[in-house]
């Protein structure tokens, strides 16, 4: 199969990305003096401060001087067509840019068994609560217009991805339901769902690209391979090769990621190191277990791990840019802190740009986004409170750009508590890269944040 022709660009948010290094930290004295140079104002946009929120005046994020926001579509606001919004608000991109004004696919990563929220044309599986919201965006006069449900009835919708062909792919991580599809009427879970920036998302599942415990997709735009990471202690990367570039419902082949020589890169610190690659076939891509017999997620895993792939701890966050495809390990690393990887599709190598030397520096990078100015954003999810919102320069440097100050006292939708251990998650940018939207995963708030970027860091 010839996966060299070009997928249609037409308003495909294309992101640049970089190459960075880090080296091994082997003993306490090292570890602390990288701490120190990861926290040097110097390598970042200044200190940051309490900021008040333009839409309701409370200061809920800390940030660099000179840098706004407001806040939009929080969890139990009504939509435009009076659906309440769901909460867990999770991964999100912007799919489609029309004379400034942005569409932006955001998830809601809910599960158990409930109702599912908006119209029934939008629906999968009527029991389940989980699904994706659509968000408008005036980039020029900086404010949110509507939003409105945009797929429902699923199942932990963590993360997904921009599509080049104006859409979001969402990913359920979960593989509820039976474990063999014809044993039951029950419907199974545990895909991949197309929404379209426009119009109604059909609400059926790609099974060519797996049924897995998925996170988040990349696709490259050159080829119209898509590239997916599985969110498990034990997990691999995978990729989809479409029968049509930009059209998954035509099927496909699903492959996972062997690095040769390197059966397990879970706790590797070789940072810089490149390796080569090479891909092997999951024959049987709707396995969600590794028999009948199990319940333990590991069908799609299993095949590959037979063939001799790589695993990895916890796959998350996946992002394309300049030609190379960026994923992390939430809990990878020596320190079980985190890890950034770079695959380079052009030359099958995989390189580790980042591993973090503690909790403190980074802790358990979930969700990413690269910015059209070559930084990396990186959402925690983590350990430590407050959470923060990291990026990475282009020569590697790791600074903190935000940090969560959510405490309420009832001032919105009757939320009270101290939120600052939150989850970030869903950053994106806008395609001019004025504008960076994210989420709060608790009590569910997206954000859309502007200021002095300049030329580098961001």
């Known amino acids: 199969m010839n996966f060299t022709s070009k997928v249609a660009r037409r308003s495909f948010l294309k992101m640049t990305a970089f190459s960075l290094g880090c080296g091994s930290l082997t003993n306490a004295f090292q570890q602390l003096s990288a701490e120190s140079k990861f926290d040097s104002q110097a390598l970042s946009y200044g200190p940051l401060s309490a900021v008040e929120d333009q839409t309701t005046g409370l200061p809920l994020l800390e940030l660099p001087e000179g840098f706004r926001y407001s806040t939009f579509c929080w969890s139990r606001d009504e939509m435009s067509d009076g659906t309440i919004t769901p909460g867990a608000h999770d991964g999100m991109g912007v799919i489609q840019e029309d004379c400034g004004i942005l569409t932006l696919c955001r998830n809601h990563e ?81 895909w991949i769902f197309e929404v379209p920036a426009e119009g109604v998302a059909n609400a059926l599942p790609l099974k060519d690209m797996g049924r897995f415990v998925h996170e988040a997709i990349a696709v490259d735009p050159d080829t119209g391979i898509v590239y997916e990471t599985e969110d498990r202690g034990t997990a ?80 998350e966050g996946c992002w394309y840019g300049n030609g190379l495809i960026y994923f992390d390990s939430t809990s990878g690393g020596p320190k079980s802190a985190g890890q950034i990887w770079q695959y380079n599709p052009k030359e099958e190598q995989l390189m580790l740009l980042f591993a973090s030397p503690s909790n403190k520096v980074l802790d358990q990078p979930d969700n990413l986004a690269v910015s059209p100015r070559g930084g990396i954003v990186l959402c925690e999810d983590g350990r430590e409170t407050p959470q923060r919102l990291h990026g990475l320069t282009p020569d ?34 806008s395609p001019d890269g004025k504008w960076l939207f994210v989420n709060l995963q608790t009590p569910g708030i997206t954000f859309a944040i502007t200021g002095p970027w300049g030329s580098g860091l961001l």
């Open 110 to 190: 809910l599960s158990g068994s409930t109702t599912a929220f908006g119209p029934s044309a939008i629906q999968y599986d009527q029991t389940m609560g989980g699904g994706c919201s659509m968000l408008q965006f005036d980039a020029g006069q900086g404010v949110w217009l509507n939003a409105r449900p945009a797929l429902s009835g699923t199942v932990r919708n963590c993360a997904g991805g921009p599509t080049p062909w104006n859409s979001w792919l969402s990913c359920e991580e979960t593989v509820d339901g039976p474990v063999d599809e014809s044993d039951s009427d029950e419907l199974t879970h545990g």
């Open 236 to 315: 691999g990367l995978y990729r989809f090769l479409p029968n049509t570039s930009g059209k998954l419902t035509d099927g496909g082949e699903l492959q996972m990621l062997q690095v040769k020589g390197q059966l397990d890169l879970r706790k590797s610190d070789l940072v810089g190191v490149k390796h080569d690659c090479q891909w092997v076939t999951i024959e049987d891509p709707h396995r969600a277990h590794a028999d009948s017999e199990k319940q333990d997620q590991l069908g799609c895993y299993t095949q590959g791990k037979a063939k001799g792939a790589t695993t990895f701890a916890r796959l």
């Open 396 to 429: 590697g440097k790791l600074f903190t750009f935000a940090r969560n100050n959510v405490q309420l006292q009832g001032e919105r939708n009757g939320f009270k508590g101290d939120f600052r251990g939150s989850e970030w998650a869903g950053s994106t940018f």
